[in-house]
Nanobody, 113 residues
Framework: QVQLVESGGGLVQAGGSLRLSCVGS??????IGWDRQAPGKQRELVAS???????NYADSVKGRFTISRDTAKNTVYLQMNSLKPEDTAVYYC?????????WGQGTQVTVSS
């Protein structure tokens, strides 16, 4: 089954760190980034990564979040530092397979003040 599986979410205090992981079930999936959706808000792009290592970030997370890729493991990571309460959301891994976008089931990140 073609799918993305996220892990690493949890509850952390403001200023803390978390590392999210996204694993593709097959190497036919090109994992390209992370999105998030806070309660009552639209889903927004957090970070994207190219087939190489070029990365782009939402302005709200620049300097705090880092996206990286381990090609051999078909895994993309999102290192989140200096977390803020406004980072609280469900984080979704985003990928492309046969020109179609797919997302994982999401992992909850909650940042307490």
């Amino acid at each position: 089954q073609v799918q993305l599986v996220e892990s690493g979410g949890g509850l952390v205090q403001a200023g803390g760190s978390l590392r999210l992981s996204c694993v593709g079930s097959t190497f036919s999936i090109d994992i390209i980034g992370w999105d998030r959706q806070a309660p009552g808000k639209q889903r927004e792009l957090v970070a994207s990564i190219s087939t190489g290592t070029t990365a782009n970030y939402a302005d709200s997370v620049k300097g705090r979040f880092t996206i990286s890729r381990d090609t051999a493991k078909n895994t993309v990571y999102l290192q989140m530092n200096s977390l803020k309460p406004e980072d609280t959301a469900v984080y979704y891994c985003r990928g492309v397979v046969k020109a179609n976008l797919i997302w994982g089931q999401g992992t909850q990140v909650t940042v307490s003040s």
